[in-house]
């Protein structure tokens, strides 16, 4: 791991050489940080995007909310009694939308394979830059002072020859920071860090794993292929490759998501339908946020439900034209469920998905995120 300097990176051995310069960007606090900047008596303060009632959810929090232990898709009601002072602020997606064009602009002056996760976030291979600085640190630095200079926000990047540790490396020095990670030094950093900081390994996986004496890369490099095809099945490849830092994948612009979505699992069973319903607006509050971030329209929705005997259960609903704003999607979610009632048995877990997804405007909606996990 290196902190940028003025020198050439190291990252970018010849192509003969099979390596490829790879970059992540993410936004700091987009959202949140959108807000601040459009009204100045925000900043410096703890400022939370989304609803504040009952049964809203934080899609962001600011860095000073975040010190409070405030995250997103946490319910308002447990952000509030975090952070008593923790200011809400409503949904702005055409703004949010306008300043990601913008930021996506200035990527596609340094090469056209831009594949974006998100309104915030994206990869970027420049191991042939459209500008020929050579240098995927000196590019990052570029993109970060001119996202900075355009749009008066701060972006974190990491900087190495796959796409696993690039991402990684972005969430190193946040907020406002860079991190490369060189040829050869792949697998030792990934070894130190703890399985949850791992691209796709949730809550549910890193339990799993702690269970089985796994907490950190190194530990899961310990395990060979057909111990973890035991416990983890068709995610094992993944887990196995990751946890020596290697990563096949190339980066992809306009890539189709298949689906976007998620599900919760309830610390006890629940069966009555009040309360069914209760945690449905929860799960659709937070599932058309990231629906909202990843800009994607889809015609079919398809409520899952687990019952206590761990017996999986769906119902979906496709329609002519593609779900594009939350009244439909909540409102096909809510006939889904009611069509599902009463039960035979309580359940354990709730999850929606919209899926059939459509391309929006002259882009594909991106595709490189697992399932939100609602937990």
Not at 151 to 173: E, P
Not at 224 to 231: E, G, K, S
Not at 318 to 335: C, E, G, L, N, Y
Request: net charge neutral; aromatic share 6%; glycine share 8%.
């Amino acid at each position: 791991m290196s902190t940028a300097t003025d020198d050439d990176d190291g990252d970018d051995r010849d192509d003969s050489g099979g390596l490829r310069k790879i970059i992540h960007v993410d936004m700091d606090a987009f959202f949140a940080s959108v807000e601040q900047r459009d009204d100045p008596s925000l900043r410096g303060k703890p400022v939370a995007v989304g609803g504040s009632s009952g049964r809203g959810v934080v899609a962001a929090a600011s860095y000073e909310a975040r010190k409070f232990g405030v995250r997103s898709a946490m319910p308002s009601v447990t952000a509030k009694r975090l952070c008593p002072d923790l200011i809400f602020c409503k949904h702005r997606f055409d703004v949010y939308r306008a300043v990601s064009q913008q930021i996506r602009a200035i990527f596609r002056d340094y090469t056209p394979h831009v594949e974006p996760l998100s309104l915030d976030e994206a990869y970027l291979d420049v191991t042939a830059d459209l500008k020929g600085i050579g240098s995927g640190t000196l590019i990052a630095e570029d993109i970060r002072r001119r996202i900075r200079a355009d749009t008066g926000l701060t972006a974190s990047a990491g900087v190495s020859y796959n796409k696993f540790l690039a991402k990684i490396a972005s969430d190193q020095n946040k907020p406002d920071g860079i991190c490369v990670i060189r040829p050869g030094e792949g697998a030792a950093f990934v070894a130190g860090l703890p399985v949850r900081r791992f691209h796709g390994v949730g809550p549910k996986s890193a339990e799993k794993m702690a269970k089985l004496g796994i907490a950190t890369g190194a530990d899961l490099a310990g395990k060979d292929i057909a111990f973890l095809r035991q416990h983890f099945g068709s995610f094992a490849e993944y887990l196995f490759r990751a946890a020596r830092g290697i990563d096949l994948r190339p980066v992809r612009a306009n890539r189709i998501r298949k689906s976007v979505g998620g599900e919760r699992t309830f610390a006890e069973d629940i069966s009555s339908g009040a309360a069914l319903r209760n945690t449905l607006e929860d799960i659709i509050d937070i599932v058309w946020d990231s629906i909202e971030r990843a800009e994607a329209r889809g015609r079919t929705v398809t409520l899952k439900m687990k019952y206590t005997d761990f017996q999986n259960t769906s119902r979906s609903r496709s329609v002519a034209q593609a779900v594009s704003d939350k009244d439909t999607f909540s409102a096909i979610a809510r006939s889904l469920l009611d069509e599902a009632l009463p039960l035979p048995l309580p359940i354990r877990l709730m999850g929606l998905t919209l899926s059939n997804l459509e391309k929006e405007g002259d882009e594909q909606p991106p595709s490189d995120e697992a399932q939100l996990s609602l937990l």
